[in-house]
């Protein structure tokens, strides 16, 4: 039985993805977008980012444009929730 006070993921996510992409979309806002990962790094680093979060953000490919914080979260392999049409 699911704890009625947790809330509902998506399959293929935990709550900690969802926690660690929530974290990574409030220090980027969604001005920055599209970007690369310098361009990200200085923005969290702007807004005073937690620790976590520039770490993720350091580990992230160079020369590769993210248009979005699923795309971060992808090249991080945080599950993200699948888009239905």
Request: no cysteine; hydrophobic share 35%; net charge negative.
């Amino acid at each position: 039985m699911t704890d009625p006070h947790q809330p509902a993921t998506s399959p293929g996510t935990s709550t900690g993805d969802v926690e660690r992409r929530a974290a990574l979309a409030e220090a980027l806002g969604k001005e920055v977008w599209p970007a690369d990962k310098d361009a990200l790094v200085a923005k969290a680093q702007e807004g005073n980012a937690p620790d976590r979060v520039l770490s993720d953000l350091r580990r992230l490919p160079s020369g590769q444009q993210f248009e979005n914080v699923q795309d971060v979260a992808r090249a991080l392999g945080i599950g993200t929730e699948q888009q239905r049409f």
